[in-house]
T-cell receptor, first 111, second 118 residues
């Protein structure tokens, strides 16, 4: 039973446009949500996070939105740049206990 | 130098062999983790350690063992490797006092160790 789902294995976006990556979860006890970015031959690196008491968190070009009623979060990247091409993982935890990870979405930014 | 270093980066071995993957960190974090990544799946936790005397099983610990030799070193062993342990393995560290802006516990990962069991 996948508690964290990223239903799009890949996403292709034109450079300069908005990239929207989606993540759904089933466990209502999750109270922290994180996005990690992974380049080939490297480990995941932390990008941005949000707690369940917020519905939006912004850091430069990256914004994460949380819709608790729908158990859905999304990562917006505006504007998309070639260096944003990577695999993006959504992860969630309850009380900062074990992180549960989605399968990842490969983002391709086209020039 | 990387904050979290994994060795070896790539390893091919045969069924039944004993394999050790090593992880060392210079971040001074007490918490260390071993994860496994398979195609089409997210990262899954194998073992974690909150300090040198604390070892805990994760979601998929069967067939694996770990050793926390020091605060900076955490090794993962496969006593008798089997083909379905072919995967990408990641070591990670965290400091519960240094959270992300939201209060989330943020992990720092090594570059990964790709293991192939024939």
């Amino acid at each position: 039973d996948q508690q964290v789902k990223q239903n799009s294995p890949s996403l292709s976006v034109q450079e300069g446009r908005i990239s929207i990556l989606n993540c759904d979860y089933t466990n209502s006890m999750f109270d922290y949500f994180l996005w990690y970015k992974k380049y080939p031959a490297e480990g995941p690196t932390f990008l941005i996070s949000i707690s369940s008491i917020k519905d939006k968190n912004e850091d430069g070009r990256f914004t994460v939105f949380l819709n608790k009623s729908a158990k859905h979060l999304s990562l917006h990247i505006v504007p998309s740049q070639p260096g944003d091409s990577a695999v993006y993982f959504c992860a969630a935890s309850a009380h900062n206990y074990q992180l549960i990870w989605g399968a990842g979405t490969k983002l391709i930014i086209k020039p | 130098d990387a904050d979290v270093t994994q060795t070896p980066r790539n390893r091919i071995t045969k069924t039944g062999k004993r394999i050790m993957l090593e992880c060392s960190q210079t971040k001074g974090h007490d918490r260390m983790y071993w994860y496994r990544q398979d195609p089409g799946l997210g990262l899954r936790l194998i073992y974690y350690s909150f300090d040198v005397k604390d070892i805990n099983k994760g979601e998929i610990s069967d067939g694996y063992s770990v050793s926390r030799q020091a605060q900076a070193k955490f090794s993962l062993s496969l006593e008798s490797a089997i083909p379905n342990q072919t995967a990408l393995y990641f070591c990670a560290t965290s400091d519960p006092r240094a959270k992300g802006g939201s209060g989330a516990n943020v992990l720092t990962f090594g570059a990964g160790s790709r293991l192939t069991v024939l």
